[in-house]
């Protein structure tokens, strides 16, 4: 399980992320706790048995307290992970903002409030942990324009806050995804960060998300006519999937069942994706922080899925696995390649 071989010799880079939060699912400025950090050290042996290379993207809250980080660090220590950036604006300083849902999504504050903390979230990993983190996910998936140049100016090197195919609109004015590639690509301050950029210092790479059918962007369409406000009394996005029609899924032991993982990996590489990310929230590891493991018994299914998710993932293809700033590098090269080869 834990054999790597080289992507050129048909295979797929494989990243794992695991958003590194505080206990608190519901926003909170204030009484915000850590308890689900400690849970890291079974994780990380987990992973080195795995031989997964994990990216915890981690947040001030962490960052800031002297024992999540300690553990943090020994996870990292025992498995080879990477600290990247995870920027949750309700209780990242400064906090000048008011405290409305509205004002959770980053990409909704001003564009020098975005800088402000995401320098200050920056500095505190740097001190905390002696790293210069690269990659960055925006908390609730908020990224937008002006946290782009944003990123650059703070040295990251890659975003991974897309998710492709799914709309945060309706969630407190989050941003929407619904177009956006599936595949990796640049991102060019302040223009939309679903449109490739031709050049560009940052490198996106999507959560990986689609659908049980080919082509996506047919079910793409078919799922945003069901999902239509006036038509939602009749529930008929959950009938298609009942109905074996068409689900959309999402790469993460939270919110699919290891069948539809696998079903998504192998329609994602029909169509030449090399690079899948499974992820899920840090809350998950402990039991009753998150709304995907209730009991103990929900967080060993979690871990389950995963191990027979890459079990069933090796034996679709041969695997590498990587960090995802090792990804960027790897994909970045790629892109250059493609690009002067005309």
């Not at 993460?252 to 539809?260: D, H, I």
């Amino acid at each position: 399980m834990s054999e790597r071989r080289a992507p050129c010799s048909g295979g797929v880079l494989l990243l794992v992320s695991i958003d590194t939060e505080e206990d608190n699912w519901h926003r909170s400025r204030h009484d915000v706790t850590l308890e689900n950090i400690g849970e890291l050290r079974q994780l990380a042996a987990f992973f080195k048995r795995l031989g997964v290379r994990p990216t915890y993207f981690t947040t001030y809250q962490v960052a800031a307290d002297s024992r999540a980080a300690d553990v943090l660090k020994e996870a990292c220590a025992t498995g080879g992970g990477e600290i990247a950036a995870h920027l949750h604006p309700w209780n990242t300083p400064p906090l000048t903002e008011t405290f409305v849902p509205r004002n959770s999504m980053l990409a909704n504050l001003p564009a020098d409030l975005q800088l402000a903390k995401l320098r200050r979230l920056t500095g505190a990993l740097q001190e905390t942990f002696q790293v210069t983190p690269r990659a960055f996910r925006a908390g609730r998936y908020g990224l937008g324009p002006d946290t782009v140049p944003a990123l650059l100016f703070c040295g990251y090197r890659v975003d991974s806050s897309v998710m492709p195919f799914v709309s945060w609109e309706e969630v407190d004015g989050g941003p929407s995804f619904v177009d956006a590639p599936i595949t990796a690509y640049r991102l060019a301050p302040d223009d939309d960060v679903i449109f490739p950029a031709c050049e560009g210092g940052l490198i996106e790479i999507p959560l990986s998300c689609g659908f049980s059918r080919r082509p996506f962007n047919l079910w793409a369409r078919m799922r945003g006519v069901l999902a239509m406000r006036a038509l939602r009394p009749l529930h008929l996005v959950g009938l298609a999937s009942r109905m074996g029609l068409f689900q959309r899924i999402v790469l993460s032991p939270e919110l699919a069942s290891v069948a539809e993982m696998l079903t998504l990996s192998r329609r994602l590489l029909e169509q030449g994706i090399r690079h899948l990310q499974l992820s899920w929230h840090s809350p998950s590891l402990k039991p009753g922080l998150s709304p995907f493991t209730a009991t103990a018994a929900d967080v060993a299914r979690l871990y389950a899925s995963v191990q027979a998710y890459l079990e069933g993932l090796s034996r679709m293809t041969p695997l590498t696995f990587v960090t995802v700033s090792e990804a960027g590098a790897v994909l970045a090269q790629q892109m250059l390649a493609r690009s002067a080869g005309g």
